[in-house]
């Protein structure tokens, strides 16, 4: 079967680093997303990786493995409205993307 | 309107009623999606359509149907709703169904069937 992987929730400090990580077991692989949804909004697209390694783009970063079947996203000075449920998403051989149930990111003060 | 658009926002619905959710975008897309959203579980997709004229089942398309007669709108009816059916359902664009392009995602639709 198909499987996407990642924890339910973290908690972290504002202006701290955290990693959220993601493991995913699909039939065929065309690349990884990472979405961001607010409680009570739509998902928005935060980053697309196909080859292994790291893209940045500004405090966000994504990796993957694929060898490893594996993904991380990586938030820097994490700020207030960070907050929100981040989503895992795997484009099959299909060109489907199979979703993680998301990983909800508290930030206190 | 610029994007993608759903309607209604909410509804409430008696069991075995018949719905059609309204997704339009405007952004000449090929690709269009509908998902359903359900606490603890990852965006399900109920059915897609990859061009205009053409539509594919989902992983959960049974109890739904959709039609793509034209590029903008994509809309999908619960032919006799029922309470399993409650959820908040997605309508997603993207240029392409090809690898890397994103989906666009309208503001979604809050469903309750009693």
């Known amino acids: 079967g198909q499987n996407i992987d990642q924890p339910t929730e973290m908690t972290a400090t504002e202006g701290a680093i955290v990693q959220i990580n993601c493991t995913y077991q699909?039939?065929?692989?065309?690349?990884l997303f990472w979405y961001q949804q607010h409680a009570g909004e739509a998902p928005t697209f935060l980053s697309y990786?196909?080859l292994d390694g790291l893209e940045e783009k500004g405090r966000f970063s994504s990796f993957l493995s694929r060898s490893k079947g594996y993904s991380y996203l990586l938030l820097k000075e994490l700020q207030m409205k960070d907050s929100a449920s981040y989503l895992c998403?795997?484009?099959?051989?299909?060109?489907?993307?199979?979703w993680g149930a998301g990983t909800k990111l508290i930030i206190k003060p | 309107i610029a994007g993608i658009t759903q309607a209604p926002t909410s509804q409430i619905l008696a069991a075995g009623r018949r719905m059609t959710l309204r997704c339009t975008q405007d952004?000449?897309?090929?690709?269009m999606y509908w998902y359903r959203q359900d606490l603890g579980l990852g965006l399900r997709l109920i059915h897609y359509s990859n061009t205009a004229g053409t539509t594919g089942k989902g992983e959960v398309p049974d109890g739904y149907s959709v039609s793509r007669a034209n590029t903008d709108d994509f809309p999908l009816t619960l032919a006799s709703a029922v309470p399993s059916q409650t959820s908040v359902y997605f309508c997603a664009s993207s240029y392409s169904s090809s690898q890397g392009d994103e989906q666009f995602f309208g503001p979604g639709t809050r469903l309750t069937v009693l």
């Open positions: 699909t039939s065929g692989f065309n690349g």
């Open positions: 998403a795997v484009s099959d051989s299909n060109y489907q993307l199979i």
């Open positions: 990786n196909v």
């Open positions: 952004m000449r897309h090929n690709a």
